[in-house]
């Protein structure tokens, strides 16, 4: 595969993901091409991207750096003829999404870089109707806010050339973000996984009327998140050892792992569960709006990252602007 520099970048499918992509590639002052099927897409897309860039200008942005830098193309084929970089982000469903990347395979450059934003899927599975050059196809998984939240979750496929996760690698560290380039291929990565396994028991509290949809959250944001949000469970594990460590924590605490603390499968779903996690959430949000939350999750995050910066150096995204 022909190695040239990124400087094109077609995103693909305009929701909360691929409009976050949007945001942090042009806030580094990169030319985007956008495209969707909705017929009302573009104007959507432009919203979010207001809102975004508010938040961006805080971190502070190169004079290259313009929403004036996107430009919204319908058609597929077009609006991934000259890009070097192509970030997919159509809905979780899985025939759906290697529609997608076969076109893209058949329509970009062959130098050009596919990634899909997938949650949940194997990198193995998406390429598999790339007849062209599967080898250029990987997953590179993102979080909400994406123009904001560093993690990126890389992962190749059986094809999937080395040479182009060290590609990606270096492509997402330019753009401010922390590649997580992941050894094996499992559904769900690793961070979903993660907190798949807290939204399971969180929905277990609900629906045996053990805690509510807020003293759930409390219990994360008062306790656990806090800390969390500087070393993660294993870092915190071996504090809870003393002197001793993760040693002694494990000696000590161990022995519970055993015990029926938690239920790895989810409750079903019913409506009676499903309407007192709605109202639950809506009394929470307390008639304060989306947006509102949003300019308010922002707003923390930005001062959240150089707080973790300050007492973590290693936190430090590189290629900031």
């Known amino acids: 595969m022909e190695q040239l520099q990124i400087k094109n970048i077609t995103v693909i499918g305009t929701g ?4 976050g992509w949007i945001a942090r590639f042009l806030a580094h002052g990169y ?3 956008a495209t969707d099927v909705a017929t009302d897409a573009e104007k959507r897309m432009n919203i979010a991207l207001e809102r975004a860039w508010n938040s961006l200008e805080q971190q502070g942005i190169p004079e290259q750096a313009s929403l004036d830098n ?9 609006a991934v003829a000259h890009a070097d970089f192509v970030q997919e982000n159509v809905p979780e469903r899985l025939e759906l999404k290697r529609s997608v990347l076969q076109q893209v395979d058949h329509y970009a450059p062959e130098h050009t870089l596919i990634a899909s934003s997938t949650s949940g899927f194997k990198p193995t599975n998406l390429q598999e109707n790339c007849l062209k050059y599967p080898e250029r196809v990987f997953v590179a998984h993102p979080f909400n806010p994406v123009y904001l939240l560093p993690l990126v979750e890389i992962v190749g496929g059986k094809k999937t050339s080395n040479k182009v996760l060290q590609r990606a690698r270096t492509f997402y560290e330019a753009v401010s973000m922390k590649p997580l380039l992941l050894t094996n291929e499992i559904e769900g990565h690793v961070a979903d996984r993660l ?3 807290l939204w399971r028991e969180a929905l277990h509290l609900v629906n045996d009327g053990v805690a509510s949809t807020e003293e759930i959250d409390a219990s994360i944001v008062y306790g656990a998140g806090m800390r969390w949000a500087l070393m993660g469970p294993f870092l915190t594990f071996h504090l809870a050892g003393g002197e001793g460590g993760m040693r002694h924590m494990l000696e000590q605490f ?12 989810a409750p079903e779903l019913t409506e009676s569960l499903k309407e007192r996690i ?8 307390e008639g304060v709006s989306i947006s509102e939350l949003e300019s308010r999750r922002d707003q923390f995050l930005i001062e ?3 707080l973790l910066e300050k007492y973590w ?5 590189t290629g900031r602007l």
């Open 304 to 306: 959240l990252q150089q």
């Open 70 to 78: 996107v430009e919204f193309i319908k058609d597929l084929e077009d």
């Open 195 to 197: 907190m798949e396994a």
């Open 313 to 317: 150096p290693a936190a430090k995204v």
């Open 254 to 265: 161990g022995p519970a792992l055993k015990l029926p603390w938690t239920k790895l499968e």
């Open 16 to 19: 909360v993901i691929g409009t």
């Open 31 to 33: 030319h985007v091409v």
């Open 278 to 285: 709605i109202a639950g959430t809506e009394e929470q949000a």
